[in-house]
């Protein structure tokens, strides 16, 4: 007995391999959907070389992402599902973030400007103002 609890409990959780192959796949979605171009998708990512980004594109499951990285990816991942949401309509969902937005955050700039900026904090941002809009904790 204890030792299917310690195998199920192993089974469990996912490798960091498997949380990166994940991330990677689900962000490339949202990536397409969000047309963003492969500089905007670099940015948002923490700015790998280009060479690694097309690796993790090509081959997702092959790669093991930093924590920085995998913080980027939850945030967008959030984002997104706040989005999606807030704008049940698919195509209003995946247009917003290219809108311009006179809310204080983005000063007339879109949510995607805000989060070009480079930083895991524009991210959270961006994250922050969407769970609020929707009721959720900012």
Do not use: C
């Not at 192993?10 to 963003?36: V, Y």
């Not at 599902?81 to 006179?102: E, G, R, Y």
């Not at 949510?111 to 609020?132: E, I, S």
């Amino acid at each position: 007995m204890q030792n299917t609890a310690h195998a199920v409990k192993t089974q469990s959780k996912p490798s960091s391999r498997d949380m990166s192959a994940a991330g990677l796949r689900a962000f490339f979605n949202i990536a397409r959907d969000w047309a963003l171009n492969t500089d905007e998708q670099m940015v948002l990512l923490g700015a790998p070389g280009r060479s690694t980004f097309f690796k993790w594109k090509s081959a997702p499951e092959s790669a093991d992402l930093k924590r920085d990285t995998l913080e980027r990816l939850s945030y967008i991942l959030g984002i997104y599902k706040a989005l999606q949401i807030l704008l049940p309509a698919s195509t209003a969902a995946d247009v917003w973030v290219k809108k311009s937005n006179s809310a204080p955050l983005f000063g007339g700039n879109s949510a995607l400007d805000r989060m070009l900026g480079g930083n895991v904090a524009d991210l959270l941002a961006v994250r922050q103002y969407l769970d609020a809009r929707r009721g959720g904790w900012a």
